[in-house]
């Protein structure tokens, strides 16, 4: 009797507390919303089945490997983490490569003013940055932030996942989890978060402003495009340049039309593999311990104020810009600014078509939502230069 007493405290089910039933139930509205909503099911469902096996208790699974392997045998997904992210960071640099061969930089070229919409809206990233630096100085509710985690919290305002994930793990690796799944998961809400903030903003006069279609860009101009920014940035910011790098191999690939194979296995096979690996280990680090805290619904309120304010700092500097253009702008697409490619830029091409049928702004907004991804990876060097 007492041997099977002893059996049944071994098993999980007899370890298993609330906490971890309510991220487990968590885990499976992240699955939910993948396979019923078509919510970014690429990033929403590796995650949730992350979540549920990084709480199922006494598996294992996420501890970390150590230098005595002989007193701890680490579990798969913390090997995943701790080479993949806290030791190596290489995930979301490979990520990059394959965003970087899907990536058109057409719009950017044939309307180079979009540069300056995308840089307008990472102002979200600054706003959570101090909003987050003031809540550890002042001590709100206990927090502790310092400027590796208001770095962090800040880099969400850029709506782009794969930049959270390397800046986190390169800085605070302890909120990794949150931050990187507060990012994806205000990508995948950019179609609930942006329209009201646009219509708010804007007026139906300027929201049905038509913007005559781009010139076509050259092959010629697409090879040059890549090749001067990965120089000029990264000689200005030389901690990007694993993001920045990659970014711009991947599209040099693609522009190149000479390596089809490399393109093609940029794109799929190894963006899919490493999308894999990223995502399920995000969602392990999540978590019962970590999330049910203070910090944590600090950190989901100062994701949504710098999200928030991204998509707004877009559209009112293209309002600013207006005021100077003898062509102007549809202010629609400053909100396409922030890094959601390319659902921020659907979402201003359909606010457009609401206000004026006629209108197609699609290709106009892929600018600012290219710049932002740029942006942000600038912004997450700065970051990373600057943090002792």
Request: overall charge neutral; proline content about 6%; charged content about 10%.
């Amino acid at each position: 009797m007492e041997q099977l007493l002893d059996f049944i405290r071994t098993t999980g089910l007899a370890n298993l507390g609330w906490r971890d039933v309510v991220m487990i139930f968590v885990g499976i509205i992240f699955i939910y919303l993948a396979i019923k909503k078509d919510w970014e099911p690429y990033e929403l469902l590796p995650i949730g089945l992350g979540i549920i096996a990084a709480n199922l208790p006494l598996t294992g699974l996420i501890t970390p490997p150590t230098s005595d392997s002989l007193n701890q045998e680490a579990g798969i997904f913390g090997i995943f983490f701790h080479y993949g992210l806290s030791f190596w960071n290489i995930l979301p640099p490979i990520i990059f490569l394959g965003i970087g061969s899907l990536t058109d930089f057409g719009p950017v070229i044939a309307n180079p003013k979009t540069l300056l919409l995308g840089a307008a809206a990472q102002i979200g990233i600054f706003v959570a940055f101090w909003g987050a630096l003031m809540a550890g100085s002042l001590g709100i509710l206990g927090m502790d932030f310092g400027i590796e985690e208001a770095a962090s919290i800040g880099i969400i305002g850029g709506a782009d996942g794969p930049t959270t994930i390397f800046l986190s793990a390169r800085l605070a690796p302890e909120i990794l989890g949150i931050t990187a799944v507060i990012a994806y998961s205000y990508m995948a809400a950019v179609a609930f978060i942006q329209p009201p903030l646009m219509k708010m903003f804007t007026t139906e006069k300027e929201r049905q402003i038509v913007m005559r279609p781009l010139r076509e860009v050259s092959k010629l101009e697409k090879l040059i495009f890549p090749n001067v920014a990965l120089i000029a940035i990264i000689l200005m910011v030389p901690k990007s340049a694993p993001l920045i790098a990659m970014f711009m191999i991947g599209n040099l690939f693609r522009e190149s039309g000479v390596v089809p194979r490399l393109t093609k296995s940029a794109s799929n096979e190894i963006l899919n593999i490493a999308t894999i690996f990223l995502m399920i280990t995000v969602g392990t680090q999540l978590t019962a311990a970590r999330v049910f805290d203070w910090q944590t619904m600090v950190i989901l309120i100062l994701g949504l104020v710098a999200f928030s304010c991204g998509t707004i700092g877009g559209i009112l500097f293209a309002k600013i810009m207006n005021l100077f253009l003898n062509e102007k702008i549809n202010p629609l697409i400053g909100s396409a600014g922030v890094s959601a490619v390319p659902m921020a830029a659907r979402i201003s091409h359909h606010i457009g078509q609401e206000a004026n049928p006629n209108n197609f702004l699609l290709p106009h907004a892929m600018g600012p939502n290219v710049a932002g991804v740029i942006g942000s990876a600038v912004i997450a060097g700065v970051f990373i230069s600057l943090v002792p």
